[in-house]
């Protein structure tokens, strides 16, 4: 881009005639503000004394490293100069509440993926901003609809922020001569058939049929009936696929399956599943899980997990496709079950 629009400038422009703009603004000023000292942090690694080492054991039962405290505490004290009711961290077992007058609620969480640091891997921040309603705890339990702004981080050869705000997907990166986030696409739109998917196919013999008759039918590609021949991407970083979906296209999948632990899928609906999927949705993509619309869920917990199929359109509206052929309680049936009402033919 010719111009360079900043964070800061581009936020000023955009919440003018919106809801709650200005509080809007400054929560995501604060987050994006926290992201810059947490990339230093995280660039430092060991040299800034994160050594890696288990903290305890979230809420949720994950292992927690010291750097997902670290983040946690950086993105809750950035927010508490922020106009915000209550934020629900994924390192919380409950929302806190910080200013019960205060327009807007937040879910986050600080760290995803902290697990690939030791490896050098990117990993991320990812949000969610909803307006406050007179109960605030209840606020979080509303659909994914009721997102006002969202987006994510991605702490990699450039510290990238996306945004999703006003219905416009766009980017930024981190110039960290001035410290300050300058925009690199505005309006992103998402390639709507790229022959592309990224899952973990060490999991395959876990896998529900509507999944693996999916995948089958894109690895047979053209020696089969399919129109394209796929790649498959898989880098275990929900942020790095997120943002590769972005600029390339194609489908991410983390489905529910029949291993102890994934049966309701693994991903947190509430600061994973909901703001990827308000991102997807204003790029022109798709997000479900597999039979449900992922915006459209509500969720029952702080902490709900749920499958997540995301990314170009048609790619999701053809996994959703399969899953909408065969009843619910097949789910656990075997590819060949599908072999006669395949996505090619």
């Known amino acids: 881009m010719d111009e360079r629009v900043t964070l800061r400038s581009h936020l000023d422009r955009s919440v003018q005639d919106t809801p709650n703009g200005p509080a809007v603004a400054a929560v995501i000023e604060a987050l994006a503000t926290a992201s810059i000292g947490l990339a230093d942090?995280?660039?430092?690694?060991?040299?800034?004394?994160?050594?890696?080492?288990?903290?305890?054991?979230?809420?949720d039962g994950d292992l927690q490293k010291d750097i997902d405290v670290a983040a946690d505490e950086m993105m809750r004290h950035a927010l508490g100069t922020a106009p915000v009711?209550?934020?629900?961290?994924?390192?919380?077992?409950?929302?806190?509440?910080?200013?019960a007058a205060a327009p807007l609620c937040v879910a986050i969480d600080p760290l995803d993926g902290?697990?690939?640091?030791?490896?050098?891997?990117?990993?991320?921040?990812?949000?969610?901003?909803?307006?406050?309603?007179?109960?605030?705890?209840?606020t979080f339990f509303e659909p994914g609809t009721a997102q006002c702004a969202a987006g994510f981080v991605v702490?990699?050869?450039?510290?990238?922020?996306?945004?999703?705000?006003?219905?416009?997907?766009d980017i930024f990166i981190l110039d960290r001569r001035v410290r300050e986030f300058l925009m690199t696409a505005r309006g992103v739109r998402i390639a709507?058939?790229?022959?592309?998917?990224?899952?973990?196919?060490?999991?395959?013999?876990?896998?529900?049929?509507?999944?693996r008759a999916y995948i089958d039918e894109c690895l047979a590609g053209t020696n089969g009936n399919g129109g394209a021949d796929f790649n498959m991407r898989w880098i275990g970083s929900l942020v790095a696929e997120s943002l590769r979906i972005l600029v390339r296209g194609g489908v991410f999948l983390y489905p529910a399956d029949a291993r102890p632990g994934y049966r309701e899928g693994r991903l947190r609906l509430l600061y994973e599943a909901?703001?990827?999927?308000?991102v997807m949705e204003w790029a022109?993509?798709?997000?479900?899980?597999?039979?449900?619309?992922?915006?459209?869920m509500s969720a029952r917990t702080p902490h709900q997990r749920v499958?997540?199929?995301?990314?170009?359109?048609?790619?999701?509206?053809?996994?959703?496709?399969?899953?909408?052929?065969?009843?619910?309680?097949?789910?656990?049936?075997d590819a060949p079950l599908f072999a006669r009402r395949g996505l090619f033919r």
């Not at 690939?116 to 109960?135: A, C, K």
């Not at 790229?194 to 196919?201: R, S």
């Not at 909901?274 to 308000?278: D, E, S």
């Not at 170009?312 to 309680?329: F, T």
């Open 41 to 59: 942090l995280i660039a430092d690694g060991p040299l800034a004394g994160i050594t890696g080492r288990h903290s305890g054991i979230n809420p």
């Open 85 to 99: 009711a209550a934020v629900l961290s994924e390192e919380a077992e409950l929302p806190e509440v910080f200013d």
């Open 114 to 138: 902290s697990a690939n640091l030791e490896n050098n891997i990117s990993v991320g921040t990812i949000f969610s901003i909803r307006p406050s309603g007179h109960d605030i705890v209840s």
């Open 155 to 169: 702490y990699g050869p450039q510290t990238t922020l996306v945004l999703a705000l006003n219905g416009s997907v």
């Open 192 to 211: 709507p058939d790229t022959p592309e998917f990224a899952i973990n196919a060490s999991n395959r013999r876990h896998w529900h049929g509507p999944v």
């Open 274 to 278: 909901h703001p990827m999927a308000l």
């Open 284 to 296: 022109g993509g798709s997000a479900t899980t597999g039979r449900r619309r992922i915006l459209e």
């Open 307 to 333: 499958p997540l199929i995301m990314g170009s359109a048609y790619g999701v509206r053809d996994v959703a496709a399969i899953h909408e052929g065969i009843e619910p309680m097949f789910d656990n049936s």
